[in-house]
T-cell receptor, first 115, second 114 residues
Framework: DTEVTQTPKHLVMGMTNKKSLKCEQH?????MYWYKQKAKKPPELMFV???????INESVPSRFSPECPNSSLLNLHLHALQPEDSALYLC??????????????FGSGTRLTVV | AQSVTQLDSHVSVSEGTPVLLRCNYS??????LFWYVQHPNKGLQLLLK????ATLVKGINGFEAEFKKSETSFHLTKPSAHMSDAAEYFC????????????WGAGTKLIIKP
């Protein structure tokens, strides 16, 4: 299995809702990442998990809460989002953080719309 | 500090003609370089990577790129464009000094004319 699977593919949520994005990989990768991508822009790094521990938080607002339950799963919990948080959220994995990654494997993303 | 410059925001070619997407980078150490492709409303797919082995790198779907250290360039080419190549292409650099965090170019949109 050489894929990163993200669910759901599309999500519409109100500003008072709580929702979660899910990401799964079975490649034995020990680093997993959340990225945010706005239209016509490159992805922006949000969080890095290495060996199931949070290694990088790129000053992301607390309304985004990551969780890594095990080495194959990565969640992003969403609460009280703003319309400007609408974007494509991408999950990625690589063999290890802070070692030459040889490239990340990306999921197809969750298209999030906040209304 | 690392940076990546993609010299064209849009490139338009006719189907069957060559493709050239230009990328220049700055790096203090020995970089790893990548090209990713993103089709409309899709995720990112790794096209090819350079990690200090052969300077001419072959990727998927007939794409290749050449690492030129003297010119700090990593241009992406394909001999003959296909309609399915229409997408956004990102040049990316990473190196040891930044824990191999990916540094992204702004992207080049490739348009294929029939």
């Amino acid at each position: 299995d050489t894929e990163v699977t993200q669910t759901p593919k599309h999500l519409v949520m109100g500003m008072t809702n709580k929702k979660s994005l899910k990401c799964e990989q079975h490649m034995g990768h020990r680093a997993m990442y959340w990225y945010k991508q706005k239209a016509k822009k490159p992805p922006e790094l949000m969080f890095v998990y290495s060996y199931e521990k949070l290694s990088i938080n790129e000053s992301v607002p607390s309304r985004f809460s990551p969780e890594c339950p095990n080495s194959s799963l990565l969640n992003l919990h969403l609460h009280a989002l703003q319309p400007e948080d609408s974007a494509l959220y991408l999950c990625a994995s690589s063999q290890a953080w802070s070692e030459d990654p040889g490239g990340y494997t990306f999921g197809s993303g969750t298209r999030l719309t906040v209304v | 500090a690392q940076s990546v410059t993609q010299l064209d925001s849009h490139v338009s070619v006719s189907e069957g003609t060559p493709v050239l997407l230009r990328c220049n980078y700055s790096s203090s150490y020995s970089p790893s370089l990548f090209w990713y492709v993103q089709h409309p409303n899709k995720g990112l797919q790794l096209l090819l990577k350079y990690t200090s082995a052969a300077t001419l790198v072959k990727g998927i779907n007939g794409f290749e790129a050449e690492f030129k250290k003297s010119e700090t360039s990593f241009h992406l080419t394909k001999p003959s464009a296909h309609m399915s190549d229409a997408a956004e292409y990102f040049c990316v650099v990473s190196e040891l000094s930044s824990n191999y965090q990916l540094i992204w170019g702004a992207g080049t949109k490739l348009i294929i004319k029939p």
